[in-house]
């Protein structure tokens, strides 16, 4: 029997994936759960595990090269003669349609998501998302480049507006003149934890004892925006803008004006003159364990996610230093964990 490993689908948005690294080749023998590959989206590099014991038989995609979401991108097979057997001839899907009507099964697990993921993932969304921030033109360059990029600083979108040639190599970087290189914008990480009891407890009461029925991460915007007003200094007057995203089937993604005002019944419109001042990325109730923005985002991003056990809260706070001090960031999760550990706090 043998199995095709599929490009993922990784976010909502994503069309395409990028192999940044194989980490088995060949005729290698492979577990379940090890790892075959690194995939680089436009957003994050998450690890793609095997899913079966068996012999890598084929690698199809290189590395550095875009590959559609839902194209093969290897294959495995259950003994080193069918490894053989299909490593010698063309790409597996072209080579014998009864052997793969029979015997090939998908696969596409990243590291903590679920085997097979819903079709609809595949389908970019249609909601009031920041398109232009999170849906960037896909930049071709080594990975090599990449890393070097990064180093340096260099802002590769800057070069592709300034009609440098892709895709990239280290060559091109070394030639580039510095007055067209724009510096990547520094980001800081924080990161806490918090139990989950009593935030739970008191979203179930109100689904339970009122006609309101708020999703977690709307609850949760409403006290994000509350420790981000508190943290920056605002009043019940100022306007904050926070864009809630959830990367579930269905989840949330709306632009929220005040949410810590807004009450739990209804969603204040957002004033398209208010800026978004905070991205909050919701992945509770999905199978990512992990989310990291690149390097685009100008806007302070609060990543939140659940332990395996499901008994706390794990939030990572990305931010531009030019955007936001470390001290007003700290202060913006201490806040935020002193809401979710007394949500009374947001209502007084």
Sequence with gaps: MVHEIIMPALGMTQDTGVIVKWCKQAGDL???SDIIAEVETDKT????????DGVVAFLKAEIGIPVPVGEMIALLATTHEEAVKFAQ???PARAS???VAASCEVLASPRGAQSELPSPLRTPATGPA???????ARILASPKARRLARKRGINLQTLVAQ???QPFHVSDLDAIPSTVIEPLAVIDELQMQVT???FDGFHARIITQTEARPTVGWFMAALVAGAFRKATGGDWQSKVGLHLKSFDVGGDDMVMQNPDLSGLRGIREMDPETPVELVLIDLSTSRLTEYRPGQRHAVPTLIMNRTPDRRFFKFALYYPVDHLSRVVAVQLLNNLVERVEDPFIQIL
């Design 196 to 198: 989950t009891e009593i």
């Design 45 to 52: 590099t998450m690890e793609i595990e095997a899913g079966y």
């Design 30 to 32: 492979i577990a379940t």
């Design 163 to 165: 009609g440098i040639r």
């Design 89 to 91: 001839g063309p790409a």
């Design 130 to 136: 920041l398109q232009t921030e999170l849906q960037p």
């Design 97 to 99: 349609e009864a052997d």
